[in-house]
């Protein structure tokens, strides 16, 4: 069972006491490993997570297996909002990109607590709220701005949310993520390391000169900063 003292997620974290304690014993803690996938397209949605460590990438998939992300998810909030909402199968490809480690909990649990608790269905409304303005703006982003924006913007949210400046995963994995060609993302993270920016090993990218790298990132980048300290 769950304590309120050990919660990092910060919805939980949010609750009081009392509230928390409807959820606790309900509550299981899991690994999230890099890769793990948590929901494929159509599959049941039986848990919701509340990540505690790590990120996971909500993936729009196309039919000849194309991909693009839509919106991230880490500490700030939960996988599985399409349960709360009445939903029954995932319409999204969810997979951990930086591991880490979640409470999970059974959709039908979490929901009658959300359904019959103002105070908490509250809180993990204003995260619906905010996952729908970060797909609204994903898209636009995706559609407007250049990929050497949206490289740093995506590498800023990604610290955000880790509290950490080195993110360990490949070029392929983000040029997956942004729904680009490998060598867009190769042309685009070079160049952020010629710029003194980022420092790029296979395997790791590290975050060098972050007020450099907020000053090459789309303005899309300053409104989830706010959104995430909003929710903090």
């Known amino acids: 069972m769950a304590t ?3 919660v990092k997620n910060r919805l939980l974290a949010t609750l009081s006491s009392a509230d928390f304690a409807q959820l606790a014993d309900d509550l299981q803690s899991v690994a999230l490993p890099k890769k793990l996938v948590l929901y494929e397209v159509g599959a049941p949605l039986d848990y919701i997570y509340f990540i505690e460590e790590g990120l996971a990438s909500v993936l729009t998939m ?4 194309a991909s693009s992300e839509v919106a991230m998810v880490g500490p700030e909030g939960l996988i599985g909002v399409s349960a709360l909402l009445g939903g029954k199968n995932s319409g999204q490809h ?4 930086l591991p880490g480690s979640a409470y999970r909990i059974a959709s039908p649990a979490c929901k009658t607590v959300f359904e019959s608790n103002p105070r908490v269905r509250a809180v993990l409304l204003r995260f619906v709220e905010d996952l729908l303005n970060l797909c609204a703006q994903t898209a636009a982003c995706n559609r407007l701005h250049q ?3 949206r490289t740093a913007r995506w590498l800023l949210m990604s610290s955000d949310r880790t509290d950490t400046k080195v993110l360990r995963l490949t070029q392929e994995f983000l040029a997956a993520m942004l729904g ?11 160049e952020l390391q010629r710029s003194g920016l980022i420092r790029y090993r296979r395997g790791e990218i590290t975050i060098v000169d972050r007020p450099g790298l907020e000053r090459t990132a789309c ?6 900063h706010r959104r995430v300290e909003r929710l903090l």
């Open 4 to 6: 309120k003292r050990m």
């Open 62 to 65: 196309m039919e000849d297996g």
């Open 94 to 97: 969810i997979v951990v990109q």
């Open 147 to 149: 990929v050497e924006q």
């Open 180 to 190: 680009v060609r490998r060598s867009g993302i190769s042309e685009a993270a070079g």
């Open 219 to 224: 303005e899309c980048y300053e409104l989830d």
